[in-house]
């Protein structure tokens, strides 16, 4: 992602043509239709440009997730993104933190990020002047999605961005999103209508007194966004307009995010639990004020994870980590991937290809993967050779996990032998037939492996009666060390868990970051990995049931489970091990 520009000084275009489309269910972006456009009029020529199109889209509340399908397929074809900064993003009830989620998580690495903030801290941009921050690349023609954090339709900005827009002749889609009234409440275990009465009135406390009129004596469920400040002031307001002081208020920062926090009060004992919290609940906030808030408790479904909050070192290569980050997320925990080993070619390649020669001519009866990276390094052999998929007929193919099957599946070879049991070289072995005179009319295995591999699935091998080629198709190699703040990190028990999926993983990790602090959980695949830990010094506090990533992340779940069930029977304050820092345990 291209760093954030600054807003330059641009000038106006002047025509009167708009087209709409706020259908999110729309797969293609409609045509700009110009207004003088007629039946008859000649169709436009590679010489006549089309006219510039923004698409203003909605990031909904917080989770990158949480967007609509359409404003994904926009953000994935941006060439330029036009985002709010600081107060304008926070007028809409939702942090600007929302808008950049969805921009790391739906954009390419090369969109260029545009920010509405004015330079120097000078007053804030009019409508027409950052409606002209997307129609400068656009009439360029870059696609630009002008991206507001939360719904678009609630953001004050969106009228005259838009105005503005059909007076320079833009093509215009508009996509909204998931409301920070609707969605915050909910993932804090609110629901803002009832049997009883589905009235749901939100108020932007910025507005002042004179919004906070308009809702005081109204049925149902408030819901107020805006800064501690804001919130307070209404709360204050609504009092001495005739509500209850002891009504019950549920406030969230962080809304939809693994940052989420609730707190609770009153409307009179609102002011005093906001400033004893003060940076602990960042802005802005959603405040909720209705029945829905009496069952909180009951209801919170996403606080209640068992990682909800957790930050995990993940100390994997980015490629290989996604199916582990996706589940922690899953559990309610924050990834960071630190890749500890990084892949390269063998040293001499004459071993890989007299391998795959054989392969081709008919020397092996099995070839068996061990690894992703093994199916990588074959594959760009084959690549080399000008050989695809097809060149596996007639061999029997083995995979040792689901993982690396799939990789298999996706270059479209469908593997004869995964085990079912352990997913592991030991699992594999167990399963494989041995070598049979009369069935199998060739008795060699081809296993391309990486320089580290062990031992024992040839050994085992070879005792079944099988000939084996081990090749070395990659070599892993300890990666260059992370950055200083994640050194820190990882040295003063700002992590609270550490998955390691292999014994390579714990020996890199150590090697080029240091130890884990003694307050972070350890978390291990198997018994290797285990070993390997407790040699150097870790005191392993989750193993895997299997040796798979996914029974890594549901063990290493089902132990933050058991933490707050205990801190909860305690009748103690559930905290995450980042927070128990003081207490931390001793290591072996």
């Not at 920010?115 to 656009?138: C, M, Q, V, W």
């Not at 870059?142 to 339709?153: E, I, K, Q």
């Not at 391998?355 to 080399?384: C, H, I, M, P």
């Amino acid at each position: 992602m291209t760093p954030p520009t600054a807003a330059p000084a641009l000038a106006g275009a002047s025509s009167d043509a708009v087209t709409t489309a706020p259908d999110v269910a729309a797969t293609t972006a409609p045509a700009a239709v110009p207004a003088a456009a007629t039946p008859s009029a000649p169709a436009p020529t590679p010489s006549q440009p089309a006219a510039p199109s923004v698409a203003f889209v909605g990031a909904g509340p917080g989770d990158p997730g949480l967007l609509t399908l359409r404003a994904a397929e926009l953000l994935a074809a941006a060439d330029v993104v036009v985002v709010d900064r600081g107060a304008e993003a926070s007028a809409t009830g939702a942090s600007d933190a929302a808008a950049l989620a969805a921009v790391q998580r739906h954009c390419r690495a090369d969109v260029d990020l545009v920010e509405t903030a004015p330079a120097d801290g000078g007053a804030p941009l009019t409508g027409a002047a950052r409606a002209k921050l997307a129609l400068a690349p656009a009439r360029a023609g870059r696609r630009v999605v002008r991206l507001f954090s939360g719904d678009a339709a609630s953001s004050p900005q969106l009228a005259d961005e838009l105005a503005a827009a059909r007076r320079a002749g833009a093509a215009v889609e508009v996509v909204p999103g998931v409301s920070v009234a609707t969605a915050v409440p909910l993932y804090a275990g609110i629901a803002t209508a009832t049997a009883r009465c589905s009235d749901v009135h939100v108020l932007d406390a910025a507005l002042g007194e004179a919004a906070v009129d308009a809702v005081s004596s109204v049925p149902g469920t408030v819901v107020i966004t805006g800064t501690a400040e804001e919130v307070v002031g209404a709360a204050k307001a609504l009092v001495a307009a005739g509500r209850s002081g002891s009504l019950e208020v549920a406030v969230t920062s962080g809304g939809t995010t693994t940052s989420q926090r609730t707190v609770g009060a009153t409307l009179t004992s609102l002011p005093d639990v906001l400033a004893a919290e003060g940076e602990h609940l960042p802005e802005p906030l959603v405040a909720v004020l209705g029945p829905g808030t009496s069952k909180r408790d009951k209801l919170a479904w996403f606080e209640s994870r068992p990682l909800f909050g957790w930050r995990v070192l993940v100390p994997r290569t980015q490629a290989q980590s996604s199916t582990t980050v996706e589940r922690l997320a899953a559990a309610g925990a924050v990834s960071e991937v630190v890749p500890t080993i990084a892949v390269e070619p063998p040293r001499s390649p004459h071993q890989m290809e007299k391998a795959v020669r054989g392969l081709v001519t008919g020397r092996y009866e099995w070839v068996g993967f061990t690894s992703v990276n093994a199916v990588r390094a074959v594959k760009d052999k084959f690549a080399e050779y000008g050989l695809d998929a097809r060149a596996f007929s007639g061999l029997k193919v083995a995979a040792v996990g689901g993982v690396t099957a799939a990789e298999l599946r996706a270059w479209g070879i469908e593997p004869d032998l995964v085990p079912e049991g352990e997913q592991s070289a030991a699992g594999l072995l167990a399963e494989w037939p041995p070598y049979d005179e009369v069935l199998d009319p060739i008795d060699r295995v081809f296993l391309p492996r990486a320089d580290i591999a062990t031992d024992t699935l040839v050994e085992g091998l070879q005792q079944a009666g099988w000939q084996v080629d081990d090749v070395t198709a990659y070599r892993t190699v300890r990666a260059a060390p992370p950055p200083a703040p994640v050194r820190d990190a990882i040295k003063t028990g700002a992590f609270d868990a550490v998955v390691f999926t292999s014994s390579s993983t714990v020996r890199n990790l150590v090697g080029i970051a240091g130890k884990p602090h003694p307050s972070t959980v350890v978390a291990c695949i198997g018994p290797a990995t285990c070993a390997t830990a407790t040699e150097l010094g870790l005191r392993v506090d989750v193993q895997a049931e299997h040796a798979s990533t996914a029974a890594l992340v549901d063990a290493l779940a089902a132990y933050g489970a058991q933490l707050r069930t205990q801190a909860e029977e305690a009748g103690e304050p559930v905290l995450r091990p980042s927070e128990r820092r003081g207490g931390a345990r001793r290591r072996r």
